[in-house]
């Protein structure tokens, strides 16, 4: 099959985007420093921090291979005309209509998830097993494997309904396809931390002792609602250690990895809690909800451009995919290929915006605690646990990091 202009600039545009980040992966293992920078010296030994290089190195080489096996499958299923075929085969099955439409983007999701399966299970089982991270069972994993396949189908499947029905029956389509969207997001990120998370892990009230009262008192004078301070069952899947912030109003809930809990001092843990405090008070969680409902709003008024029957761009697409019928099921898909580049500088924006916010955090945790040390320390030794890449290649950073290296972090904590 011939590529019309458009496909074939669609093309050379997600290759060169792929030779981009195989050139920045390549500059980021050139940037590994044997040497234990100075500011770790005493708290990494030189055996750790080979094996940490050895992890990042794995985990790029990983990278390349799953970025390869992802673009593989795309031009060999896009080349070969899968996208027009696999229309029409759920067109004559279910009729022209949203079952189909839900048949199509099913099948390229279920099939799209089982290409990856293997590499998943080899990440886990074998990169993560040899680095001494991961504690996943097989029967763990296909139970996750299970849960979220069961989540996608019961959330996932009426949403979809809803956006197909809207842009085939309602005026001004993309409007009420965004607020659809915004609501259910919405609605999801309230009931996650009762209903959703509990699905795959266990959490545990923190016990009473020094640790969660200084936790109380620091956020009483931070002035934040809190409203659960819970210790997480990470350690059944993974010895990394991480904490993080959920919920809106009376569910906001602040959540320990278990493995964080056994590592920190409670001065530690009290500044990295403060850290994530940071973010609430600083508005960077209202913020950032507010670009992506802006931002949602742009895509589903572009995609009501390119999935709009009268218009030439939206006949040429779906002539560069070989779809004879313009549809919005198949203009999901189409429009999510077409906006990957646009998507690449999306994420890179919104990485520098997410690293000043990390920095702004940082500072608020300084100032409210009064010992930014604490939270070096604490950084330290995550970064120690979790074997993560101490001098990343700026060009790594700029792309893909939405935290700061933790060597800056530190410094920037030091002029405190």
């Not at 097993?129 to 009426?158: C, Q, S, W, Y």
């Not at 809207?166 to 965004?178: E, G, K, M």
């Not at 893909?400 to 405190?416: E, F, G, K, Q, Y």
């Amino acid at each position: 099959m011939e590529l019309n202009p458009l496909g074939l600039a669609i093309l050379i545009i997600l290759l060169l985007l792929w030779n981009l980040d195989f050139v920045v992966t390549l500059l980021n293992l050139r940037a590994l420093r044997p040497e234990v920078p100075a500011e770790f010296e005493g708290i990494l030994d030189p055996a750790e921090h080979a094996k940490s290089l050895d992890y990042t190195r794995a985990s790029a080489r990983f990278g390349i291979i799953e970025s390869l096996v992802s673009l593989f499958a795309l031009l060999v299923f896009w080349l070969a005309g899968g996208f027009g075929w696999l229309d029409q085969f759920c067109r004559g099955w279910l009729g022209d209509g949203i079952p189909a439409g839900l048949a199509f983007l099913g099948i390229l999701f279920l099939a799209n998830h089982l290409i990856h399966l293997p590499l998943s299970i080899y990440s886990t089982f074998v990169i993560e097993e040899r680095f001494g991270f991961n504690r996943m069972t097989p029967k763990l994993f296909i139970a996750d494997e299970i849960k979220g396949l069961l989540l996608a189908t019961i959330l996932g499947l009426p949403l979809l309904a809803g956006v197909l029905w809207i842009f085939r029956s309602v005026p001004n389509a993309w409007l009420w396809a965004w607020l659809l969207f915004t609501t259910v997001q919405l609605l999801l990120t309230w009931l996650a931390p009762s209903l959703i998370l509990p699905l795959f892990n266990k959490f545990e009230p923190m016990e009473d002792g020094e640790t969660r009262r200084e936790i109380e008192t620091m956020a009483d004078q931070c002035g934040f609602p809190l409203g659960e301070i819970s210790v997480m069952d990470g350690s059944k899947r993974s010895t990394k250690a991480n904490a993080y912030f959920t919920g809106f109003g009376k569910t906001k809930k602040i959540a320990l990895y278990d493995t964080l809990v056994e590592e920190q001092t409670t001065d530690e843990l009290v500044g990295v809690l403060a850290h994530e405090i940071g973010h609430f008070k600083c508005r960077h969680i209202l913020q950032r909800i507010g670009m992506a409902i802006v931002q949602t709003a742009v895509l589903f008024f572009l995609l009501g451009k390119v999935i709009d029957p009268g218009s030439a761009f939206a006949r040429g697409l779906f002539d560069a995919f070989f779809v004879a019928e313009i549809s919005p099921h198949v203009g999901l898909v189409l429009f999510a290929i077409l906006f990957t580049p646009v998507s690449r500088i999306l994420g890179v924006l919104g990485n520098v915006w997410s690293r000043k916010h990390e920095f702004e955090a940082d500072a608020y945790a300084a100032k409210v605690t009064g010992k930014p040390e604490s939270l070096i320390s604490a950084l330290k030794k995550l970064s120690v646990k979790n074997l993560s890449n101490l001098t990343p290649h700026p060009a790594r950073v700029f792309l893909d990091h939405s935290h700061p290296p933790v060597l800056v972090r530190i410094a920037a904590l030091r002029t405190l």
